[in-house]
């Protein structure tokens, strides 16, 4: 299989404060790793992508000073937002690419509900 | 920009039944990837397809890629509640590892 995890599941912070997110792909190596953030009924809206060892590369509106990505390793990337305030209130959910492949098929993580108060 | 339109958005219907959901774009993609998204969790794949025309089947679930490589369709046969959820197309290109999501589809099957 293609397994990913996110810790924490959900966390609630105070304004201000800095979360960081972590996604793991478990039993394969990720060349690439996305952040996505969902809104309640909503599609997936991309934030980054992060190859490891090197910089992410953000989408257009995503303030790359505010969420901060590291791709340490072939396994892990973290997401850090940084001094939280309300609408940064969302679900978060990271994926990760198997190897190479040409299909692009990513695969996630169960996502973080981050809820800022 | 590529687009990938799904429709309908909503649908809610009693178990038993058929349904279609469609994924249409002007753009060409190289591959198309079908997920299942519970409330609170991540998308599940279901299923990847990559040759115009191909068809895959998944118990229920019948996917297609059409022809051009442009839009694609899941139908599920005899609905059943376990089915409910949000259903994501995203198209791939050979371009680079990004994937465009459709809007969704948000299936409820009620017992």
């Known amino acids: 299989g293609a397994v990913v995890s996110q810790h924490p599941s959900r966390v609630i912070c105070k304004s201000g404060t800095s979360v960081k997110i972590e996604c793991r792909s478990l039993?394969?190596?990720?060349?690439?790793m996305f952040w996505y953030r969902q809104f309640p009924k909503k599609s997936l809206m991309l934030m980054a992508t992060?190859?490891?060892?090197?910089?992410?590369?953000?989408e257009q509106g995503v303030e790359k000073d505010k969420f901060l990505i590291n791709h340490a390793s072939l396994t892990l990337s973290t997401l850090t937002v940084t001094s939280a305030h309300p609408e940064d209130s969302s679900f978060y959910i990271c994926?990760?690419?198997?190897?190479?492949?040409?299909?692009?098929?990513?695969?996630f993580g169960p996502g973080t509900r981050l809820t800022v108060l | 920009t590529q687009l990938l339109e799904q429709s309908p958005q909503f649908l809610s219907i009693q178990e038993g039944e058929n349904l279609t959901v469609y994924c249409n774009s002007s753009s060409v993609f190289s591959s198309l990837q079908w997920y299942r998204q519970e409330p609170g969790e991540g998308p599940v794949l279901l299923v990847t397809v990559v040759t115009g025309g191909e068809v895959k089947k998944l118990k229920r679930l019948t996917f297609q890629f059409g022809d051009a490589r442009k839009d694609s369709s899941l139908h599920i046969t005899a609905a059943q509640p376990g089915d409910t959820g949000l259903y994501l197309c995203a198209g791939g290109r050979n371009a680079g590892n990004m994937l465009t999501f459709g809007g969704g589809t948000r299936l409820m099957v009620k017992p």
């Open positions: 992060s190859n490891e060892g090197s910089k992410a590369t953000y």
């Open positions: 994926s990760a690419r198997r190897g190479r492949s040409s299909y692009n098929e990513q695969f």
């Open positions: 039993d394969f190596q990720a060349t690439t």
